[in-house]
């Protein structure tokens, strides 16, 4: 839920000192210190028949991928369930449920917690209640609720918006994930996080664990009963899930059942139970036998063993497509996303909580679904490149297929050269976080052979994939099936990029001139390294003077000019370095000071550093003025003064500009 707001700790350090990007051929962020390496299961020739999809070959199958898996990516267990029509054809647990009693996962009894994939069953409640009649995707999601989510420009949002996280939210970490033994009423939750809406509704895909928080609370509001109990009556009781649960804490009854999560299996020290708000974003605790039988009701037009949930039209429309970025990419339908592959029309959801980890495809047309979840987040990539990596090759055995081959068209240098630069993600938070949602920023970085590179996209070791333009603007995978598409505005200017190669939750806006994070890593970095060497200079400059017996011939004013300056200098530091060590102890933490909200005081206490340093800047730049006014100044010292006068300008400019003195404290 949680894995774009963590800060990459190396794009911090290098804006703190201003250098300058890596090479192309390296990622912007960091490589994993010990990639996982899975190994490559047996090629499958597309015009050979695949091998059946039976218990004995997925057994196989697995049994030769999964365990090397874990180890190398240093996650504890996992579980998997596997569904064909109307059956569950393999369902296994690998590693560990508990390092210390070394008990393995059981797919049938053994609680995970599915993270965000739990907005599945949200949705589908959700869809229940327009089936009868209770509620209308179209309509102001405000008459459904008692607060009331501001327009828009005089635009409000719908279910359907919300459903295909197209609100215009910004990102709202705040209290997502906490620690402790006691539940925040939704509606109370909902109440004190509305976040600011930054996209007009139904134009910009930027997930939102808020809006299926309000999604939960309508439902709520509208069946009369908690949202925990209408699942457990009307979804997990119907579909003989009897290992499933939405409370947190779990009760006492559930507590053993529960896999016990790890940051990674080495480390090997179990971690508190994650209080997820709003809970319907990711509060469920599910075995992976359980998971199945919701997969079969959604294949099986909302029915598992006799017993309906949902009207097949109902099931249907939730699998219809609704928006997408571009033409020819996968993109949204009602709840669950597309991720069309191998040929084959699919939907699904992963999720994230801090420690697990998992993931749910359904395959419409073959009636397959499959089911991952991990107990430890695992190495630098380990739990998230595992997942991807098992369904992927899970795809390339059962369903084979080769794309046809496109030819490099003749645009291609141009093209590559007119989409290079830096992009930022519309999941972000605009209010409160602009410094560190700069950090995160993407680069698209033309190559020498007509490809790019993206500095996010990465093969399973973290190396940058490259892409080919194969169309105006569209560009697939070398070697590989998945594509990628820039979009542009009327005048043709790029807006952004949106991709197959991971979920479609957000897209990349392009970020140009100065908000870009190549330009801020120069010229903040300059500006650190010239602000610290002044404040090195201050004092060692008054020491040679005092050993040489040297007075500064200065008027009174230009004395007070000179050392108000020096603490403007000293305020400007202070702004950059505190926002610095923020970033650092986010890193550091994982950011869990973030999603536990506890950042809070420490916020004001920079934003008011930051108006101590935009009156610092003007008095450097005062004293910058005065330099070349007043006499017997040397031209050494004007063109000091005259740095340090643009630095300051420059600085007075970010500090506005990315809200450095917001004073806000929704994030």
């Known amino acids: 839920m949680n894995r774009s707001i963590k800060i990459l700790a190396t794009f911090v350090l290098t804006c703190a000192v201003g250098l300058v990007s890596a090479q192309v051929t390296q990622p912007l962020s960091p490589a994993p210190a010990t990639p996982v390496a899975l190994p490559v299961a047996a090629a499958t020739n597309a015009t050979d028949a695949p091998p059946a999809l039976t218990n004995e070959d997925l057994s196989t199958f697995f049994d030769g991928l999964l365990p090397f898996a874990l180890q190398r990516g240093d996650v504890a267990g996992a579980v998997i369930s596997v569904v064909k029509d109307d059956k569950v054809i393999f369902a296994k647990g690998y590693g560990y449920a508990d390092l210390k009693t070394l008990a393995p996962p059981s797919p049938e009894t053994t609680l995970f917690r599915p993270g965000s994939t739990s907005k599945l069953f949200a949705w589908t409640a959700v869809m229940q209640l327009v089936e009868q009649g209770k509620l209308d995707l179209d309509k102001d999601v405000n008459a459904y609720l008692d607060f009331t989510i501001p327009p828009l420009n005089g635009k409000p949002i719908t279910l359907r918006d919300v459903m295909t996280h197209t609100p215009g939210f910004e990102e709202s970490a705040k209290g997502l994930i906490t620690a402790g033994d006691k539940q925040i009423a939704l509606g109370d939750y909902l109440k004190s996080h509305v976040p600011a809406r930054i996209f007009p509704p139904g134009e910009i895909v930027a997930y939102s664990n808020y809006g299926c928080g309000i999604a939960g609370y309508i439902v709520e509001r509208v069946s009369g009963q908690r949202f925990e109990d209408y699942i457990q009556q009307h979804i997990f009781t119907p579909l003989d899930m009897p290992h499933s649960t939405n409370d947190q804490p779990l009760k006492a009854s559930w507590v053993a059942a529960?896999?016990?999560?790890?940051?990674?299996?080495?480390?090997?020290?179990?971690?508190?139970?994650?209080?997820?708000?709003?809970?319907?974003?990711g509060g469920m605790s599910s075995s992976a036998v359980d998971m199945a039988h919701f997969m079969i009701a959604q294949l099986q037009g909302g029915s598992y063993n006799g017993v309906r949930i949902l009207e097949p039209a109902t099931v249907a429309l939730m699998h219809s497509p609704q928006r997408t970025a571009a033409p020819g990419l996968n993109?949204?339908?009602?709840?669950?996303?597309?991720?069309?592959?191998?040929?084959?029309?699919?939907?699904?959801?992963?999720?994230?909580?801090?420690?697990?980890?998992?993931?749910?495809?359904?395959?419409?047309?073959?009636?397959?679904?499959?089911?991952?979840?991990?107990?430890?987040?695992?190495?630098?990539?380990?739990?998230?490149?595992?997942?991807?990596?098992?369904?992927?090759?899970?795809?390339?055995?059962?369903?084979?297929?080769?794309?046809?081959?496109?030819?490099?068209?003749?645009?291609?240098?141009?093209?590559?050269?007119?989409?290079?630069?830096?992009?930022?993600?519309?999941?972000?938070?605009?209010?409160?976080?602009?410094?560190?949602?700069?950090?995160?920023?993407?680069?698209?970085?033309?190559?020498?052979?007509?490809?790019?590179?993206?500095?996010?996209?990465?093969?399973?070791?973290?190396?940058?994939?490259?892409?080919?333009?194969?169309?105006?603007?569209?560009?697939?995978?070398?070697?590989?099936?998945?594509?990628l598409k820039f979009v542009t505005d009327a005048q043709g200017a790029i807006r952004y990029w949106a991709t197959d190669a991971e979920p479609p939750v957000f897209v990349f806006q392009t970020a140009s001139g100065f908000k870009s994070l190549g330009s801020v890593r120069l010229l903040a970095g300059l500006s650190f390294l010239i602000l610290l060497v002044a404040l090195i200079g201050w004092p060692v400059g008054w020491g040679v003077r005092r050993h040489y017996r040297h007075r500064l011939e200065l008027t009174p004013a230009q004395r007070r000019s000179r050392t108000l300056s020096r603490l403007g200098i000293l305020a400007l530091f202070s702004v950059l370095l505190g926002w610095l060590v923020l970033m650092v102890v986010l890193t550091a933490t994982n950011a869990?000071?973030?999603?536990?909200?506890?950042?809070?005081?420490?916020?004001?206490?920079?934003?008011?550093?930051?108006?101590?340093?935009?009156?610092?800047?003007?008095?450097?730049?005062?004293?910058?003025?005065?330099?070349?006014?007043?006499?017997?100044?040397?031209?050494?010292?004007?063109f000091g003064e005259t740095l340090l006068a643009l630095v300051a300008i420059y600085l007075a400019w970010f500090i506005v500009v990315f809200g450095l003195v917001s004073f806000s404290a929704r994030y």
């Open 258 to 281: 529960l896999a016990k999560s790890y940051m990674t299996a080495s480390e090997g020290e179990p971690k508190e139970f994650e209080m997820v708000n709003p809970a319907p974003a």
């Open 331 to 483: 993109g949204f339908d009602l709840g669950f996303y597309q991720e069309d592959s191998h040929g084959q029309r699919i939907v699904g959801h992963a999720g994230d909580l801090d420690y697990f980890h998992s993931d749910l495809h359904l395959m419409l047309d073959a009636h397959v679904g499959f089911f991952i979840s991990m107990n430890s987040a695992g190495n630098e990539g380990g739990a998230g490149v595992i997942r991807a990596a098992m369904f992927r090759a899970f795809l390339d055995r059962y369903f084979p297929h080769v794309a046809p081959a496109q030819p490099t068209v003749s645009s291609a240098k141009a093209d590559a050269a007119r989409v290079a630069g830096w992009y930022t993600s519309s999941r972000r938070n605009e209010s409160a976080m602009r410094p560190l949602y700069l950090l995160t920023q993407i680069q698209v970085a033309a190559l020498p052979d007509d490809t790019i590179a993206v500095s996010a996209l990465t093969s399973d070791a973290g190396v940058p994939l490259h892409w080919r333009e194969v169309g105006p603007l569209e560009y697939r995978e070398v070697n590989g099936i998945r594509k």
């Open 592 to 638: 869990v000071p973030l999603v536990q909200g506890t950042i809070t005081p420490w916020l004001y206490v920079l934003y008011v550093l930051g108006v101590v340093g935009l009156i610092g800047a003007i008095a450097v730049v005062v004293h910058g003025v005065r330099a070349w006014t007043a006499p017997r100044r040397s031209r050494w010292v004007r």
